[in-house]
Every structure is written in structure tokens, then in C-alpha cells.
């Protein structure tokens, strides 16, 4: 009985959400408002208990908050300042080839921009982009929700991995922190060495005039080298610098190192592939609705790229330890701000690093750009109008959902939570079973929210106790977690409503859906596996 009651809130807001498409801001709301009730009648936790707990999470929510409105508000002054217009461009005379294009925008170049913006965004430019270069619509819808997957975990800097260290309150753990980010790295490691090619299989077997897998395998050097150059510093930045830009340096290296192969014809095919005739494509691949074309701009490319290379100096600047800016950035006042015994309670002290935030420096570089793009009034102020609209839906569904995940892990008097109920019952399948299913509890929560980040805090604390009461490493347990929170991206209800919205295939995101699952599935079993092979050689960070 306790069990299931335990279960409904989260429960509630999967239904809410998938039959009744509301918002996620209006689910989390109601879900809180019902493990509170839950908690007061079922669990004996008082009210005080019940608004402290709350108003900390709530609090919590601010460290993913700043990160989001910085990381939305650089994308969106790039864009009124026609730097976007020009990046784009720059993309257009590399390789006439639909399959290089196809690796560099839609892997490297979305990778680069879920690393630095994150939250719906890569879909949103890199689909457009290569409509604009000739791809069908629903190709490059397909390509660029697909590809918007191996860079997630550390996307926005690192926002999913600090959300969920943030639910566990282990961010000053440096062992857990490292193997967290290690094990997450690896599986999107592995997986990126292939992705490239699985995907330009079936884009070629579907959009293909030959309908065939055969143009895909003649690219394939350049799509495994492409997920390579992705792997490689991936793995090597999430191990030496720190999960925070593992992404963002990922894919630098990688649109660096394709673009040079592209323009030097290294291992890229011997013949030009295209999609042919657009007459001849399938009504299906067109758009359905008119979508305003990109604002076209005389801006160098240099001079629109700057933004990011500054994101990138300062990120790595302020998180190298030797040069002590780290350390002064989090000393304490006045750069970080504390509120101490919450409501009276000795275990509920929170502090916010302001200073050191992502979301801080984002929005330093988005004031610097207004002046080094030379930005007019109305233009300013349509970036901030458009980033304040967006925010302000994720900043709700923020706030109740981490004060769920809360109340939800509150302990009563006899030490137990509405998430230790949970999690004792979901230990209930053994611990060979639960490794299967742990990162399909990731996708879910993506699926439905539209945010790995939303799933972090949602199912974080749930995993977490699981594999304590199955006797499982957390490091593992967590880190499939975040990478089913990453893949269940492709398959996002939200995502693909915001890539068929941006190229004008409105009304074809269940075939989408459908389309990229095939991908999801594989992407989630290679994880499975990688963990019930580590776990057979019994290692145990």
C-alpha cells in the first residue's frame, strides 16, 4: 500500500504529462502538492518539515536556473545579432557530400551546441542548417534529434550531471564526482564512435534514392573517424579537466579536426551523395507548414564565433586548479551566498557559488557580445524578451520538481521516505534485472519531461537508494541514469515538437518518435552491456 502510494506522484506526472500533454510545470505542481499530503498522513512528517524541505529545494533549483537563462540567452543574441546567420554560413562550402554534411552539422556542430546552450536548442539551429543545404525536412529533423544525444550528459556545462550531484548533496565528494563522470562518459564514448554511421544508415536506407545501406558504408571511415574525434577527448576531458566542459572541448576538437578532413578529402568518399531530385523526394519528407527563413547576416565568421571561444577560455580558465581562480570563486562571501538552518532545521544548509556558475559567465559573454556585434537597441531587447519567455516555463517546472524530489526523500522519525519506500520495492526485481532497466527509468523521464535535466531530478535520488538497498554501485547506477536521460532525448515528445515546429514538419513527430527509437534502443542496450560487463569483472569504484 505504502509502496504504491509512494509511487503515484511520480506516477501522476508520467500521466499527466503523456495522455493528457500538459505542461510540465502544471504536473510537477500537482505531483507536489500530493506527496505532500502523502507524506503528512502516510509518513507522519510534519508541516514545518514539509516547507523547509520544499523551500530548500526550491532554493536548489537556482544553480540549474542561472545555468539554463544564460546558456538560452547567449544562443538567442546570437541570433538577433545575425552571428547565427553567418556560422551558418560558414558551414555551407566545406563538402557538397550529404553525408560529410551530415557529420559535421548534425553530429559536431549539434554536439557543440547542447555543450554550450543545451535545453532543445541543437535541434532547433542544426535541423534548419542543413535544410537550408538541401537535406529533406524530415531527414534533417530525424539527423539532428538523433545526433542531440552523446553530447547531453555534460551539455549546458556539465547541467544534468550538477543537477543530479546537486539532488544527492554530493557535490563536495570528489571520488563519487570523478567516477560519476567517468561512467557516464564512457558509455556516450563507446557509442559516439558509431552513432555517425548508424545514423547515415538510415538515412540512406530512408531518404536514399537507392533506398539502401550501400551510400552509408562508403562514408563510413569519415562517420567512425567523426565519432572518434568526438570519443577521444570526451573520455580523455571528463577524466583530467572535469565533466563541466567534457562536451564543449568534445566537440571544438571535433568540428576542428572534420572540417580540415572535409576540406583535404581525408577519408571522405570518392563520390558525391545527395538526396536527388527534390521533385522525386516522398511527400512525406517535406514540410507542412511555412517556417520564416534564418536572418541573413554579413557578420565575419570569426567575428560570430568569438562568443563561443570566449564561453570556452573562461570555462577553462576559471576550472583549472592551479590557477587558484577556482578556489577564490568559491571561497565563500561575497561569492557565495548561504542561507544556513532552513526554517530551523540543522540538515537543510544551502549555499548558491554564484560566481562560479556557467550560467554567470554565459550571461557576462552574452553583455559582451551586445557590444562587440555592435547590437541595437530592439535587438537587445528581443534576446532578453525571447530568453525570458522561454526561461520562465522551465524556471516553474525547476522549482516544483526539485521541491518534489525533496519532500519525496525527506526522512520521518523512523528514518524512512516516500523514496526509500520506492526504492526498496523497485529492489524488489534483483540486482541482474535492475542494471537492465535503470537507464530506460533515464529515457522515461526525458520522454516525458523533455529535459534529461528534469530526469535527474526526478528519478537521481530513486536510483540512488536502489542500488544501496540492492547492494549495486551508485557511481554505476546514477551514471546509466544520466546516459538514459541523455538518449531518451531523440525520442523526446518536447524535442521533436520543437525540431518539426523550427523546419515546418509539424504533425510528423510520432513518426519521428518512432523512427529514432530504433537508435534509443541500441544506444541503451550498449550501456547495459558496458555496466553487466564491468560488474562481471567486478569492479566497484
Not at 20 to 25: G, I, K, Q, S
Not at 36 to 48: L, Q, R, T, Y
Not at 140 to 154: E, Q
Amino acid at each position: 500500500m505504502l509502496a504504491l502510494l509512494a509511487f503515484l506522484p511520480i506516477l501522476a506526472t508520467l500521466i499527466l504529462m503523456m495522455v493528457f500533454n500538459w505542461p510540465a510545470r502544471r504536473c510537477l505542481l500537482i505531483s507536489w502538492i500530493a506527496a505532500g499530503i502523502f507524506d503528512f498522513f502516510f509518513w507522519d512528517i510534519d508541516v514545518m518539515s514539509l516547507l523547509g524541505s520544499s523551500l530548500y529545494g526550491m532554493l536548489s533549483s537556482f544553480d540549474v536556473l542561472i545555468i539554463i537563462a544564460g546558456a538560452i540567452l547567449v544562443m538567442n543574441t546570437l541570433k538577433a545579432s545575425g552571428a547565427t546567420s553567418a556560422i551558418n554560413r560558414g558551414f555551407m562550402n566545406i563538402s557538397p557530400d550529404k553525408r560529410v554534411q551530415a557529420c559535421i552539422i548534425g553530429f559536431s556542430f549539434c554536439s557543440f551546441i547542447e555543450a554550450a546552450a543545451g535545453f532543445g536548442t541543437p535541434a532547433a539551429l542544426a535541423g534548419p542548417l542543413m535544410v537550408s543545404l538541401g537535406f529533406p525536412p524530415l531527414a534533417a529533423a530525424m539527423i539532428a534529434l538523433i545526433f542531440d544525444s552523446t553530447a547531453v550528459s555534460f551539455g549546458a556545462v556539465g547541467t544534468p550531471v550538477t543537477a543530479a550531484l546537486s539532488v544527492l548533496g554530493l557535490g563536495g565528494n570528489e571520488e563519487f564526482v570523478s567516477g560519476f563522470a567517468f561512467w557516464t562518459a564512457l558509455p556516450h564514448a563507446v557509442m559516439a564512435i558509431f552513432l555517425p554511421l548508424i545514423v547515415l544508415l538510415m538515412t540512406t536506407k530512408i531518404f536514399g534514392k537507392e533506398k539502401s545501406f550501400k551510400p552509408a558504408l562508403k562514408a563510413a571511415p569519415f562517420a567512425i573517424f567523426t565519432g572518434l574525434t568526438f570519443a577521444v577527448p570526451l573520455l580523455l576531458t571528463s577524466i583530467f579537466i572535469g565533466y563541466e566542459f567534457a562536451s564543449l572541448i568534445a566537440a571544438l576538437v571535433s568540428i576542428a579536426l572534420t572540417v580540415i578532413a572535409a576540406k583535404n578529402n581525408f577519408l571522405t568518399p570518392k563520390t558525391t551523395w545527395d538526396f536527388g531530385n527534390p521533385n522525386e523526394w516522398d511527400k512525406d519528407w517535406l514540410a507542412t507548414t511555412k517556417v520564416s527563413p534564418v536572418k541573413e547576416s554579413n557578420m565575419s565568421l570569426i567575428k560570430a564565433w568569438v562568443p563561443y571561444l570566449l564561453i570556452a577560455a573562461i570555462l577553462v580558465i576559471t576550472r583549472i586548479p592551479q590557477l587558484q581562480i577556482k578556489a577564490l570563486l568559491t571561497s565563500g562571501a561575497p561569492f557565495v551566498l548561504k542561507i544556513n538552518n532552513i526554517l530551523g532545521f540543522d540538515n537543510l544548509d544551502w549555499s548558491l557559488k554564484w560566481a562560479y556558475l556557467p550560467g554567470t559567465f554565459f550571461i557576462i559573454v552574452a553583455l559582451i557580445t551586445n557590444f562587440i556585434h555592435k547590437m541595437n537597441k530592439e535587438q537587445i531587447k528581443e534576446s532578453w524578451k525571447a530568453t525570458l519567455k522561454q526561461v520562465s516555463g522551465a524556471a516553474l517546472a525547476l522549482l516544483f520538481g526539485l521541491a518534489l524530489v525533496e519532500i519525496m526523500k525527506f526522512k520521518n522519525a523512523d528514518g524512512l521516505s516516500m523514496m526509500d519506500t520506492m526504492a526498496n520495492a523497485l529492489a524488489m526485481v534483483g540486482e541482474k534485472l535492475y542494471v537492465l532497466i535503470s537507464p530506460f527509468i533515464g529515457v522515461l523521464g526525458a520522454f516525458v519531461s523533455g529535459s534529461a535535466t528534469v530526469s535527474m531530478n526526478l528519478f537521481t535520488n530513486l536510483q540512488y537508494n536502489t542500488a544501496n538497498v540492492l547492494d549495486l554501485p551508485a557511481v554505476f547506477i546514477i551514471s546509466m541514469q544520466c546516459v538514459g536521460a541523455a538518449v531518451g532525448n531523440m525520442v523526446c515528445i518536447n524535442n521533436a515538437v520543437a525540431a518539426s515546429a523550427t523546419i515546418g514538419t509539424t504533425g510528423k513527430e510520432g513518426k519521428l518518435i518512432k523512427t529514432n527509437a530504433i537508435p534509443m534502443i541500441i544506444y541503451t542496450l550498449v550501456t547495459v552491456a558496458i555496466f553487466y560487463i564491468a560488474l562481471a569483472l567486478g569492479i566497484n569504484p
